[in-house]
Each structure stands twice: as structure tokens, then as C-alpha cells.
């Protein structure tokens, strides 16, 4: 006797209440939604229950539809990381067990077997879990509308993760795919923790024609977490980035050895490495009990920790933002923070790594890598007081994610030229400004390779049969298949021991400054380099305890101008006597010898420093903009002094301000006269002093492999990285050449611009600054801030040993000397 729906409600809600668990007023209102059909978003904390809000939703309607024969899933759920998948999987079926009928789910992503994919399409699940690559995977099967015709729910888990990158965007052609295909109404759901415009967040995930019925449903309670601040005994009043982190060691341990399972979090793999080993020099008697995880360590590596730590087996993870999503790790109860995480979002999430169940209350420490980061740990907890986060902006019209969803419908049941420009336009926020006359462009680049490639016939992958757009070649079908997604990785070799075992992967950029018999760390091993031989690295286990840690690409993140602002407000504070925090109040001597040979720079003036060393003439601005800002605004600002007066710089920057260096005196004062900082003629400037061209084609790199230009190669026979940039700079060359109005090379221009450089921060930076006074002090010697700027400097040109000499032996004459400080102030 089949069970009626209301039984099926009521024991999904007695499984509930069995748990010990009310309902928050957040999942009751998704519940209630859902019954009537709503889409939405869903805001609330890490480990409030977020899943259980929309899997009991699904369960409790489950009953209502008929018990028939299906062809495929009835919900999707997507998932950013592979990782995630198994905690999923876990939950749901705690909760479905014992209902009647049954409730499948399955995971399905690159790393699941063929034979069990085979399965899931003879038998479908009720519930797939996946993430977007395997689900435009699923898109290029011919079968694929017959496959998604039984499907009612979509869920988007993490959504604020894809929105701002060009998996977002993937993510929307899908759902709009989706919605097209489902012969019933569809309904839409994310789910996020830490999202600052959740209008337009919704907005992305909907679609500019899915708007009527769907909700935002912000959760009515608040995270409790604690933050402690690691703070040293004594502060150097000339700090340097790097110099305290490990210093705190001796105070970081007992934190570990007194919790019961800790996750401590450094910002790059690189800082991972190193913790990972000094903390087993420091503490030998968590050997076996501790381990490392980073994105370049083996798969099977990684799961295997991740296994442990959620039986309570591990003490302590060493860990990258690899961990940062919701994953649950019951068993941890302590989180600790290397270095500031440079945005509130990503310390949340981090944060609530611990107590990461409904209303459990989660600890972390923040440990400073120098002294001036105890101003952002004052800020992150600021901030979420107030409850504040970035914003993550959704990309738009990037035609090659486009072209490469093309041929996956292409290579599955095919499509029509009208059908798919109205679906995609009306459908994606990401297209919703897409011009018919780029459309036709992408037509034509699918079919024939476009105006300069139309004469290679490899690049002609779709033909066009009554109307219909197919793909009908095999050996196009396989490349295709292979490369759908758009992770573009950083070239990697493989390491493997030459007597068997595969460890992970580091760069080539790294490999390349070895010799045979160096020795390196890395998986928290030390070993001996052997040979490079088919993109594979050979090594053995060291002996030795000195070596070198690999440094990985990209490693340091910009700080948020969220975070930035409350920051610049701190110190504003901070110029005025006002020390509210822990924090700020240790920082006090620091900020009073700041005082003292010059200003403390603040929210309403921008500090220019201007002084005189053996070195040379140094400049230093303090914007307090993030160093990508930084980076662009101190080229800008030599551009623009040079016109003055003909002169070379050295440019250095950190997250704070930057230093322009020169053999010459700098001319400053003339330079504010003319309104240095201004907003005229900066898009001439910034394309003066960039080498945008250069950029542009190594950003194509990545462009050509999504769009299907080139191929990165098959399984276990990759492609060598110097063979696909010269690869992808050949096409780029003939683009610019025969076909300059090409659109990809447009997107790698743009990309440049909006992306790589953030242009819109250096604007919102520069308008900023256009409502402060401009301060130029010109101080005898260097100030407290100035310092951590000139040592990244001197990082770049000396040896580790070298430059720890040179900065003590900085410290020391600064300490010594008594300070005259000459000041100024320009309005």
C-alpha cells in the first residue's frame, strides 16, 4: 500500500525532531516556498543547515509526484568541488532513509568510474549530485533532453564561489539549458553563506525571464565567532612581512595540542609547506597525528585526510583555502588563521570550519606574519560584527565559455540558430546583453574557425544539416569531451618516486631551478630531485632536513576593498588616540613612533612619504588600496612624474602603499601640482604604462583552451606548456593580423583590463582619493609603515640569509637613531 504524501511529510519532519533539531524560521520559510513552487536564493551561515533546507523541501514533496518510470534525475545538484560531494551524499541519505518509496543519490564527476556512470544512465538516481563540467558533459550526449525530462529541482550549492568566475557563467547556460528542456516548471535554488549583493546574485542565478516567482531568503541568526588574536610580546616598531609568523610557533602549539582536531589555514601552499614542517620540529609527538592538504597534493592523498578529520582522527590539518567550503568536520573545534586572509567572506568560511553544526559557536586564531596584520585581524572582526561582505560580481559575456556550450549542444541533440540566441539572452544574466552580431560571429567561429581560420579544417567542428547545428565527426566529439570545463590549470608536472607512488604536482616554473641531487619539501616529505622525463618529476626520499619549499603561481591574494575601507578607518582612529581593540592597543608603540617621524595615515589624507637613503630617493604613497591596486596606480604615478623630469624608477608594493625608488630626486611637489593623482587621461596612461599587448597574449592561452582552440591533450599524454603557448600565441598572431575585430581577442584585451589588472578598483581608488587631502611628509629615515615595503623589495634581489642580515642590521641603526622629522602638508 503505497504511503500517502502526508505520511511522507510527517516522517520526514519526525526524522528531523529525532535528530534534537527545531526548524529555524529560515528552513520553515523555504519549505513553505518551495510547496508553492518558488525558486530562490538562500543566505545563511556556515553549519546552520543549509542542505537540510532544501532536501527536506524536496523530500517533503516527493510523495506528491507519480510513481512512475524515469529516464533520469529528478534533482541536480551542483556542487563547486569534488569534495563536497561525499559530505552531501552523506547527509541526504541520513535524511531519506526509511522513506517509502526510496530516495537514491549518487555523485557523478570526473572522478567516478565508467562503469558507474554507465549505470547511473541505464538506472538514473533520483538525485545527482555533480559539478558544471560533468553536467555539460551530460549536455553533450545526444540523448540529453530525454535524460533531464523527470527533472524538478536544481540546486546551486555555493553559489557566491561560481558567480564571479566563468563557471558562473557556465552554471547559468546550464540552468537556462535546463529550464528549456524540462517539460515542467523548474525550480531553481542557491544556496550561500557569504555573499554581499545578493539582488544581483539572484538575479544571476535566475535569469533576466525567470524573475516572477523567486525569493531571497536571508537567515533571521547570527554565527557566533570568537576570534583571538595571537599577539606577540613585543612589537618591532620596524615590521616586515614574513619575519613573525613563525616566531608565534611556541604560542601556536598548545592552541593545537589543547583542541581536540584543528584546521590551521596559511593563504598558499607554499606558507602550508613551511608550517606543516616547523610545527613537526617544534611538536614531534604529533607525527601520525597530524597532515598536510593543498590542491597540488594527489587526489587519493587529499581524500584521505579528509577522512580521518571527519573521524576524528587527525589532530591538526595544515591546510589551503583546498578546505575553505562546507565541508563537514564535526570533530574540529579550533580553526587558526596564518596571516590575514585578506577578505572578511574567506575568513567566515574558514572561521566556520569549527562548530560547524546549527548554533555551535566557533573559535579561531588569527597569527600575524607581521605586526601591522593585527590591524586587519581588528578590521575582519569589525566587520563581522556589522555584518558585512564583498560583493561578488557575475561575469559577463565571455564568448568563449559561449562557443564551448555551443558545440557541447552541438555534439549532443544539436540546435537552431534563433532557438539558442532567445534561450541564452533571455535566459543568463552573463548573455543578456548579447548582440545578434556577436552571435552570428559565434556561429561562424564554431562552423568554419572564423574569417582567418576558415581555410583549417580542424577548426571546422559543427555542421549545419536542415537547420540544425551537429557535430557528427567522432575524433572532434572525443577532444571535445575531454576539454569541456573552464579550469585552466597552471602548467604542472607530476611527482612521482622512482620507486612507484604518485605524491602531487608542482610547477614547471619550479622544477626548472633545480639540479639533479637538490633537494626539496613537499607533501611534508623531504626529496631528492631525479629527473624530469614526460612531464613527470623523479624523486626520492632526502635524508637531508634543508631544502627549498616549491612556491606555486598566483599565491598571494589581493586585499578586499572591503576590508581596505575599515581598515583606512581603523587608523583613522588609531591618528586620533582612539584604540578600541586588543589589537590596536598592542600596536600603540608602533603607531606613536609613526606619529612621530611622520603622520599615522588615515581615512580623510593620503600619506606620501619622501625620503632620503644611500639607496637613493625614495617615495612612498599609502592609498590602503590592495596590492593589485598598488601595483598599477605606482606605474601610473611613475608614468606620470616622468613626464616631468626624465627618470627611472624601482617599484615595490604590499596590500598598504607602494615605493617608487630612484637615483634622482623624485618631483613631487611639482607632480601635486598638476594633480598627480587625477582621473584625466587615465585610460591613455594605464595603457602607456602596461604592456597590454604582452598580457593579452598569454591571457589568450587560457581563452583558445576553453573555446576549443586548442587542445591540452588526452589522458596521461598532456601537451608540454611551452608547446601550447606557442600554440595559442601562433593563432594569436594570425587573429591580429587577418582578423583584428576577432572576439576572442577582444575578450583577452578586455580580460586584461577588467580582471587581471581589477580597473575598477583603480578607479573607485582614484575617486577616493580625489576627496582627500594629499599629507607629504619628508622624514630623516624610514617610518614604522614604510619599512615592510622596502623589505619586499629587497626580497626580490637577496638571498634569505642576505636579506634577515640586512634587516636586522636596518633595525638596529633605525632603533638607534633619535628622529627629526621634517613635515609638511599639501591640501
Known amino acids: 500500500m503505497k504511503k500517502s504524501s502526508t505520511s511522507t511529510e510527517k516522517n520526514v519532519e519526525a526524522w528531523f525532531s529525532g535528530q534534537g533539531w527545531k526548524p529555524f524560521l529560515f528552513q520553515k520559510k523555504v519549505w513553505k516556498l518551495y510547496k508553492k513552487g518558488y525558486s530562490g536564493l538562500l543566505n545563511a551561515p556556515t553549519g546552520s543547515g543549509k542542505t537540510y533546507a532544501l532536501w527536506l523541501a524536496f523530500l517533503k514533496d516527493f510523495a506528491n509526484q507519480k510513481n512512475r518510470p524515469r529516464k533520469g534525475p529528478m534533482v541536480i545538484w551542483i556542487t563547486p568541488l569534488r569534495a563536497l560531494a561525499t559530505d552531501l551524499k552523506k547527509a541526504m541519505d541520513k535524511a531519506s532513509e526509511g522513506l517509502e518509496p526510496e530516495v537514491e543519490t549518487l555523485i557523478r564527476t570526473g572522478d567516478t568510474l565508467a562503469s558507474e556512470k554507465q549505470k547511473m544512465m541505464r538506472k538514473p538516481p533520483h538525485c545527482l549530485i555533480t559539478t558544471p563540467e560533468t553536467l555539460h558533459i551530460l549536455f553533450s550526449g545526444k540523448s540529453n533532453p530525454t535524460y533531464f525530462q523527470d527533472l524538478r529541482l536544481v540546486v546551486v550549492d555555493e553559489w557566491h564561489e561560481l558567480m564571479g568566475t566563468k563557471r558562473g557563467s557556465q552554471t547559468e547556460l546550464a540552468l537556462a539549458w535546463l529550464r528549456h528542456i524540462s517539460p515542467d516548471p523548474l525550480k531553481i535554488w542557491g544556496i550561500s553563506a557569504t555573499i554581499g549583493n545578493l539582488k544581483e546574485a539572484l538575479d544571476a542565478l535566475m535569469g533576466p525571464s525567470f524573475q516572477s516567482k523567486a525569493e531571497i531568503v536571508k537567515a533571521d541568526i547570527k554565527k557566533e565567532i570568537e576570534v583571538r588574536s595571537i599577539i606577540p610580546e613585543t612589537i618591532d616598531n620596524y615590521p616586515w612581512a614574513g619575519h613573525l609568523g613563525l616566531k608565534l610557533l611556541a604560542d601556536v602549539v598548545p592552541v593545537i595540542l589543547q583542541s581536540k582536531s584543528t584546521l590551521l589555514f596559511t593563504n598558499t601552499r607554499n606558507q602550508a609547506e613551511t608550517w606543516y614542517r616547523s ?231 619550479f622544477i626548472a631551478m633545480l639540479k639533479v641531487g637538490d633537494s626539496f619539501w613537499f607533501a611534508g616529505r623531504s626529496l631528492e630531485f631525479i629527473r624530469v622525463k614526460d612531464m613527470t618529476v623523479w624523486v626520492k626520499n632526502s635524508q637531508s632536513s634543508k631544502g627549498i619549499v616549491p612556491r606555486w603561481m598566483g599565491g598571494r591574494m589581493p586585499l578586499s576593498s572591503q576590508l581596505a575601507g575599515i581598515i583606512r578607518q581603523l587608523l583613522d582612529d588609531g591618528a586620533k588616540g582612539i584604540l578600541k581593540s586588543r589589537e590596536l592597543k598592542a600596536l600603540e608603540p608602533l603607531l606613536q613612533k609613526q606619529a612621530q617621524l611622520s603622520e599615522i595615515p588615515g581615512e580623510k589624507a593620503l600619506l606620501l612619504e619622501k625620503i632620503i637613503s644611500r639607496e637613493g630617493f625614495h617615495l612612498f604613497v599609502y592609498p590602503f588600496e590592495g596590492r593589485f591596486v598598488h601595483e598599477i596606480l605606482a606605474s601610473i604615478v611613475a608614468l606620470r612624474l616622468g613626464r616631468i623630469k626624465p627618470i627611472t624608477f624601482s617599484i615595490a608594493m604590499n596590500d598598504y602603499g607602494f615605493e617608487l625608488l630612484s637615483d634622482q630626486e623624485i618631483p613631487v611637489e611639482e607632480a601635486l601640482e598638476l594633480d598627480l593623482f587625477s582621473r584625466e587621461r587615465l585610460d591613455e596612461d594605464l595603457l602607456e604604462c602596461i604592456n597590454r599587448s604582452e598580457l593579452a597574449r598569454r591571457k589568450f592561452r587560457d581563452i583558445a583552451t576553453i573555446s576549443g582552440l586548442i587542445f591540452t591533450g588526452f589522458p596521461g599524454k598532456g601537451i608540454s606548456n611551452k608547446h601550447l603557448q606557442a600554440s595559442s600565441q601562433i593563432i594569436y598572431k594570425v587573429f591580429e593580423t587577418y582578423d583584428p575585430d576577432n572576439l576572442l581577442i577582444k575578450q583577452a584585451r578586455d580580460e586584461v583590463i577588467s580582471l587581471q589588472l581589477d580597473i575598477q578598483r583603480l578607479y573607485e581608488a582614484i575617486d577616493r582619493i580625489q576627496l582627500r587631502e594629499i599629507h607629504l611628509q619628508q622624514p630623516e629615515r624610514f617610518t614604522p609603515f614604510c619599512f615592510p615595503i622596502m623589505v619586499d623589495r629587497l626580497r626580490e634581489k637577496l638571498s634569505t640569509e642576505k636579506l634577515i642580515d640586512r634587516i636586522m642590521r636596518l633595525q638596529k641603526s633605525l632603533n638607534e637613531q633619535k628622529p627629526k622629522a621634517y613635515k609638511s602638508t599639501l591640501n
Open 279 to 509: 610545527i613537526l620540529e617544534e611538536a614531534p609527538e604529533l607525527a601520525g597525528a597530524m597532515a598536510l592538504h593543498h590542491g597540488s597534493l594527489e587526489k587519493s592523498i587529499r581524500e584521505w585526510v579528509e577522512n580521518e578529520l571527519r573521524l576524528g582522527k587527525l589532530k591538526l590539518v595544515v591546510c589551503t583555502s583546498s578546505l575553505d567550503l562546507g565541508v563537514d568536520f564535526s570533530p574540529v573545534d579550533t580553526v587558526i588563521q596564518v596571516g590575514g586572509p585578506k577578505g572578511v567572506s574567506r575568513f567566515m568560511q574558514r572561521a566556520g570550519r569549527s562548530g560547524h553544526q546549527p548554533g555551535a559557536k566557533s573559535y579561531v586564531y588569527f597569527v600575524p606574519t607581521h605586526a601591522l596584520e593585527l590591524v586587519e585581524s581588528a578590521a575582519l572582526q569589525k566587520a563581522m560584527n556589522e555584518n558585512l561582505h564583498e560583493a561578488r560580481k557575475p561575469v559577463r559575456l565571455s564568448m568563449d565559455v559561449l562557443v564551448q556550450f555551443m558545440v557541447t549542444l552541438a555534439a549532443g541533440p544539436g540546435f537552431r540558430d534563433p532557438d539558442l540566441y532567445n534561450l541564452v539572452v533571455s535566459g543568463t544574466y552573463a548573455y543578456s546583453a548579447l548582440t545578434q552580431e556577436a552571435w552570428q560571429w559565434a556561429l561562424l567561429f564554431i562552423t568554419t574557425g572564423g574569417k582567418s581560420l576558415e581555410a583549417y579544417e580542424e577548426f571546422a567542428k559543427v555542421e549545419i544539416e536542415n537547420g540544425i547545428y551537429t557535430m557528427k565527426n567522432k575524433r572532434n566529439l572525443l577532444r571535445h569531451r575531454l576539454s569541456i570545463g573552464t579550469i585552466v590549470s597552471d602548467p604542472v608536472l607530476k611527482v612521482k618516486f622512482q620507486t612507484g607512488g604518485y605524491i602531487g604536482s608542482v610547477e614547471e616554473s
